[in-house]
């Protein structure tokens, strides 16, 4: 079996946050069960102390303003094993969050790398790497030492303006580049002069999870709407409000937001404005078991994001049969086909939101269950085992990947 070199600057581990996302890790597990040697290398930004102070301190204000949580804490370089991948973590120094690592600093973590491969007699059959800042140019790098098959995996466009004119040479020096979204996908190659041969790089989720399934009955409609991911404003969630209220007009319904952030106080305070605290539950972060429980007693889940790569919570409502509202030039549009398996919405669009709901109350129930059995029979299509094996499959069979 052959061995993939994995390059990526957010991954689980001691002392990183839970709230990281996983993406990678889920993939990498995977081949590794399939008996393939996988190797990760995570390359975290390191920063003066002082940023960790400022972190901890205002943590809550950054997160909102950047979209995502940030880390509190300094992660040190370490190896390790995690679901049998081999993991070793190099931190790579930055005075400026969102800036590119100097010349310098990447040459020396290209060293480390090939210092490490050499270390462990691990030679890459397939070097794959996420995020461009900055697993691209590393990538780039070691492709000229070890001449591997070279993968980059993009989550959104805009995470490739930090490198600037370098970047459309950069891509063009993969030998595949994946998308996570067809819309992602399209931007990249509207902006730049791309080359060389791309697929869709989905993510999946649990089998567990659809062998848990009971089929949803749509006996009766209980206006029971959910929410679930961190409450900040990139995600929209105060938009589920007035979007509501004006859809059930006076008819009762309820809004579990499942998450934390600083937006929760903008939730309450918008809640209150329409008379309608009563219908809205916060219940902060959950264990994945009770934010199951929660969809299984729900009918709709929303989430209508601004500069959504890919959420796999979609697919875990999905797998559960709710009715799934997500953004429209997104990283569910094209999983989702609108009025097929869910509908979609202009980002932060409470008036649309609106009528999308309004929509789905005039649904025969018998519409409803089909929505929701689509909705469902897509998400088999996307499990970890599936997505994992597709994106393996398209890195080593280029030559049958069409442009």
């Not at 102070?53 to 940030?70: E, H, L, P, Q, Y």
């Not at 900055?134 to 492709?143: R, T």
């Amino acid at each position: 079996m052959k061995n993939i070199l994995v390059i990526t600057p957010i991954y689980p581990g001691p002392g990183i946050p839970e709230t990281d996302t996983q993406v990678v890790h889920y993939f990498a597990k995977e081949w590794a069960k399939e008996g393939y040697r996988v190797k990760t290398i995570f390359i975290p930004s390191i920063f003066p102390s002082l940023y960790y102070c400022a972190a901890r301190i205002f943590k809550d204000s950054i997160s909102t303003m950047a979209g995502f949580k940030v880390r509190t804490n300094r992660p040190s370089d370490m190896k390790y094993t995690l679901d049998s991948v081999e993991v070793t973590r190099i931190g790579i120094k930055k005075f400026i969050p969102h800036t590119m690592p100097s010349s310098a600093a990447l040459r020396k973590i290209v060293e480390k790398i090939i210092a490490d491969c050499n270390e462990s007699k691990f030679v890459p059959d397939y070097i794959t790497g996420h995020f461009a800042n900055p697993s691209l140019k590393i990538i780039a790098m070691l492709k000229s030492h070890f001449k591997s098959t070279c993968c980059y995996v993009a989550h959104s466009v805009n995470e490739l303006e930090v490198l600037g004119n370098e970047a459309e040479r950069l891509l063009n020096k993969m030998d595949i580049i994946g998308f996570r979204s067809k819309h992602t996908g399209y931007l990249i190659q509207k902006r730049y002069s791309v080359a060389v041969p791309s697929f869709i790089c989905y993510s999946g989720i649990p089998e567990s999870l659809l062998g848990e399934r009971k089929e949803k009955q749509f006996t009766h409609f209980r206006n029971k709407i959910v929410f679930v991911g961190n409450l900040i404003a990139n995600k929209n969630p105060t938009a589920l409000i007035p979007a509501a209220a004006t859809a059930f007009n006076g008819t009762p319904f309820e809004i579990t937001f499942v998450g934390d952030g600083k937006e929760s106080e903008k939730i309450r305070s918008i809640a209150a404005k329409y008379n309608c605290s009563s219908s809205i539950s916060l219940t902060g972060r959950l264990p994945r078991e009770k934010v199951l429980d929660i969809m299984d007693e729900s009918d709709i889940f929303i989430m209508i994001s601004n500069h959504e790569a890919f959420g796999l919570v979609y697919l875990e409502a999905m797998s559960r049969g709710l009715i799934t509202i997500a953004s429209k030039r997104n990283g569910f549009d094209g999983i989702i086909r609108d009025g097929y398996n869910g509908f979609l919405c202009e980002s932060g669009d409470q008036m649309e939101l609106s009528l999308i709901l309004k929509h789905i109350r005039s649904l025969p129930l018998e519409e409803l269950q089909r929505i929701s059995a689509n909705a469902y029979e897509s998400a088999s299509e996307l499990t970890d085992h599936k997505a994992a094996m597709m994106y393996i499959n398209a890195i080593s069979h280029i030559d049958y990947i069409l442009v």
